[in-house]
């Protein structure tokens, strides 16, 4: 069974920096693309970047709406995903979610974590 | 970015009654085109991809369709399960974008 289950998330005062964790089980991590998604309370998700899977070099890529600020990784040791997010603003609270990316044929989110609520706040 | 229209904005339908949720792309997406059930305090559940493609264990009540760069969602008979909020994704193009979502609600 596939799980996903982020961490990190809490208060941090505007301009300050979190880690966000998801640990992923029930499936070969290696093989899959990751992403993080946000969804700011009571609005649409939006996607914040992708970090792909080992046959493509574990490169990333980011939404332009955060790129510079966040940090996508993975540990492909202990099969955890990463986001490193710093100079965070209060429009970046949101409940933030790990999502699996299913990219064999059509390109979706086939899996997704709890979510971890991420306030920013002073 | 590709630009997602989703229609609309909230829907209030009886049990057993058809519902339909549209999404417009702003560009050609193919079939590239998935939807999702969120539920409140859950994370969005997959329940369409490939514009018409069911995902595992979603009920046979639930289908997709596309018309040219217009994409719905069917749900064939309204169950008491089915309230919740919907969203299309693109995966076409990175940044992946979803609509802005559709509220429904039994009547």
């Known amino acids: 069974e596939v799980k996903l289950l982020e961490s990190g998330g809490g208060l941090v005062q505007p301009g300050g920096s979190l880690r966000l964790s998801c640990a992923a089980s029930?499936?070969?991590?290696?093989?899959?693309?990751m992403s993080w998604i946000r969804q700011p309370p009571g609005k649409a998700p939006e996607w914040l970047g992708v970090?792909?899977?080992?046959?493509?070099?574990?490169?990333?890529e980011y939404n332009p709406s955060v790129k510079g600020r966040f940090t996508i990784s993975r540990d492909n040791t202990q099969n955890i995903l990463y986001l490193q997010m710093n100079t965070l603003r209060a429009e970046d609270t949101a409940i933030y979610y790990c999502?699996?990316?299913?990219?064999?044929?059509?390109?979706?989110?086939?899996?997704w974590g709890p979510g971890t609520m991420v306030t920013v706040s002073s | 970015d590709i630009q997602m229209t989703q229609s609309p904005a909230s829907l209030s339908a009886s049990l057993e009654e058809i519902v339909t949720i549209t999404c417009q792309a702003s560009?050609?997406?193919?079939?590239?085109l998935a939807w999702y059930q969120q539920k409140p305090g859950k994370s969005p559940q997959l329940l369409i991809y490939?514009?018409?493609s069911l995902a595992d264990g979603v009920p046979s009540r639930f289908s997709g369709s596309r018309s040219g760069t217009q994409y719905s969602l069917k749900i064939s008979r309204l169950q008491v399960e089915d309230p919740g909020i919907y969203y299309c994704?693109?995966?076409?193009?990175?940044?992946?974008?979803f609509g802005s979502g559709t509220k429904l609600e039994i009547k």
């Open positions: 999502a699996r990316l299913d990219t064999f044929y059509y390109w979706y989110f086939d899996f």
């Open positions: 994704l693109q995966g076409y193009s990175a940044p992946f974008t």
């Open positions: 560009q050609d997406i193919g079939n590239w």
């Open positions: 029930g499936f070969t991590f290696t093989d899959f693309y």
């Open positions: 970090i792909r899977n080992k046959a493509n070099g574990y490169t990333t």
């Open positions: 490939g514009a018409t």
